[in-house]
């Protein structure tokens, strides 16, 4: 059984509470530290485990029909926790336990906490500062290509569901999806969010500061759009060019968010600038990754942590490890 703990993360002004995973036994090639990883979630408010926030968010979303499965970075963390490997996942801000508000949180606002929650890993002597992976579920995606392009002790990625073309353009298609399909309709928040889609793109462009949604059963929920605007103007695809890293697309058949072809460009994008990505179509599975088996899940921890290499650190990253090696 993984071992895990429950942590507080200083981000800005508040605080992200999180869960820190460990494996049971101590790794195998000797070493004192184990490898580690960084979870980060998808899109609309979601729980540490990568599912929706019905703690912080009840109203917003349909009680959970008990087929969910578990979360998606949950259900990582125990793989990779199996295979050697720590990680750590956080309710996003306004979610769960942590501090703030989903809704007024901008997108370079989740890129710092996201630096914050490594940081928070790499102060804990039991992990190993020179083997450091992400992981970014839809949005997290984003995140984990932001924080990695200027972090050179981060040697691995997996993004599962990303987007590769500009917000607006991802937004417009996954709404015509969800209507065919039906996808997350049951939602309030999603049912407002596609009827609304366009004029909060449009109100986005033109850089007002916020907009108000009717959602049922929680009312008027005003949603700022700095992050939306954010977003439009930082198309994944565009990081991908600045990125030299191991990454690993993975993406759902079905996926009514991030069409499949996200990654299509997304893999054209990174291997134009030198990397060798891998990309894996998941047949039968959405967004969510619900519909994958546990042995599938297992070979995406599996393939990850084959990956993370150790990295030579910058001067700070050392003396933080030197200071590791005298507190054990």
Do not use: K
């Amino acid at each position: 059984m993984a071992l895990t703990e429950e942590l507080s993360v200083r981000a800005g002004e508040g605080t992200l509470a999180g869960t820190l995973t460990l494996p049971a036994d101590p790794p195998p090639d000797g070493r004192v530290r184990y490898p580690m990883v960084l979870l980060l979630p998808s899109w609309l408010p979601r729980d540490r485990d990568g599912a929706w926030d019905r703690v912080a968010h009840a109203a917003w979303f349909a009680p959970s029909s008990g087929d969910e499965g578990g979360g998606l970075l949950a259900r990582l963390a125990d793989a990779l926790a199996e295979r050697g490997v720590a990680s750590l996942r956080c309710d996003p801000r306004g979610c769960g336990a942590s501090d703030g508000s989903w809704a007024a949180t901008p997108l370079f606002t989740r890129i710092d906490d996201a630096r914050d929650m490594l940081s928070a890993m790499r102060s804990r002597g039991s992990l190993d500062l020179r083997r450091t992976g992400i992981v970014g579920h839809g949005e997290g995606a984003t995140l984990a290509l932001s924080v990695a392009i200027g972090d050179p002790a981060v040697s691995a990625l997996t993004l599962i569901g990303p987007s590769a073309r500009p917000w607006r353009d991802v937004v417009r298609r996954g709404v015509a999806a969800r209507e065919r399909q039906g996808t997350d309709r049951r939602h309030p928040i999603v049912r407002a969010l596609d009827r609304w889609s366009e004029e909060i793109l449009e109100a986005a462009e033109r850089r007002e500061s916020s907009i108000e949604l009717y959602v049922p059963g929680s009312g008027v929920v005003t949603l700022e759009l700095a992050g939306i605007e954010q977003a439009i103007h930082t198309p994944p695809r565009a990081l991908a060019t600045m990125l030299h890293r191991s990454v690993a697309l993975v993406h759902g058949a079905d996926d009514a968010w991030a069409d499949p072809d996200e990654s299509v460009l997304l893999d054209a994008a990174l291997a134009d600038a030198g990397n060798s990505p891998r990309r894996w179509l998941v047949e039968g599975s959405g967004h969510e990754l619900a519909e994958a088996s546990n042995d599938l899940i297992g070979e995406v921890a599996g393939d990850l942590a084959a990956r993370i290499v150790p990295v030579e650190l910058p001067p700070v990253l050392v003396a933080i490890e030197e200071m590791g090696d005298g507190v054990r």
